[in-house]
């Protein structure tokens, strides 16, 4: 009796946690297509994604089950979602939901209302369906996934996806190719190179569309910005005296003491 009641608790928290995760993410997604008209929230992949599927109900619907084995299998194996759940399996099978009866996109995945109350609802059931098969599996299951899937998903993140966006940002043209490449470098600081190929290739789309107007430039000086801060703070500049074999002037390791609190 008493782990039912527990169940039960579970179950009622997930489908609550589920259903306002997938809420703001349907009508943050919708909201993406009016932009710059409007704010909203999501991921470029979103976007894209929702778009390629071309208001096909089966796309949208296959797209999203591709991604949530990979999701289920995660949340079994580490107790974690995967991001996949929040920018491709939601939206798309709450778009799926609602294109069914009506192909008019700008008056389904376009509207945050609809898109808000199909993806609220999609989400609750998929998150509690992840959350509680997750902890119905027994421990010793975990641990062996665990050590099939963490280190497929680190290869996946730190090797197969930074090649994909690189390519992506060398078909986009050559000054996209040039900026993602050099902000690429971000791999040495921050251990990822994904958000340098992104910037750069918002960067070199926007100087191709515009030229090098005051926003651009702007944002050229935020992420020069970003890199430097991210690199400080992360003591790359110690780090990378140190490869050189050059020793790091006493004042630069008491600076990063101070800021960090130690």
């Known amino acids: 009796m008493g782990e039912t009641t ?24 919708a909201r993406m297509f009016h932009a710059p008209t409007v704010q909203g929230m999501g991921a470029f992949r979103t ?35 995967t991001q996949d759940v929040d920018h491709r399996i939601i939206p798309n099978w709450g778009t799926a939901v609602l294109i069914i009866k009506n192909r008019n996109i700008a008056e389904t995945m376009h509207n945050p209302k609809k898109m808000a109350i199909a993806c609220g609802i999609i989400g609750a059931l998929v998150v509690a369906f992840l959350n509680t098969t997750a902890s119905a599996v027994q421990s010793a299951l975990q641990t062996t996934a665990i050590h099939v899937l963490v280190p497929a998903a680190n290869l996946l993140v730190e090797i197969v996806m930074p090649v994909i966006f690189w390519l992506a940002a060398m078909d986009a043209g050559r000054r996209s190719g040039f900026w993602a490449t050099l902000f690429g470098c971000a ?35 935020a992420v020069i910005l970003l890199f430097v801060l991210s690199a400080f703070f992360r003591g790359f500049d110690v780090k990378i005296l140190e490869s050189f074999h050059l020793g790091a002037p006493n004042w630069l390791p008491h600076i990063h003491q101070i800021m960090s609190g130690e």
């Not at 179950?11 to 349907?26: A, D, P």
């Not at 797209?63 to 990979?70: A, D, E, Q, V």
């Not at 958000?195 to 000086?221: C, E, F, H, N, Y």
Request: proline share 2%; charged share 10%.
């Open 6 to 29: 527990s169940l039960l608790e579970i179950l009622g928290i997930y489908l609550i946690i589920g259903g306002l995760c997938g809420f703001g993410l349907g009508a943050g997604a």
């Open 47 to 81: 976007l894209g994604e929702l778009n390629s599927c071309e208001s096909d109900p089966a796309s949208h619907f296959s797209l999203g089950l591709g991604f949530f084995f990979n999701a289920w299998a995660s949340s079994v194996a580490a107790g974690a979602f």
């Open 187 to 221: 791999q040495l600081i921050m251990g990822n190179a994904i958000p340098g190929l992104v910037l750069g290739i918002l960067i070199g789309k926007g100087v191709d569309d515009s030229g090098w107007t005051k926003i651009t430039r702007t944002m050229m000086a």
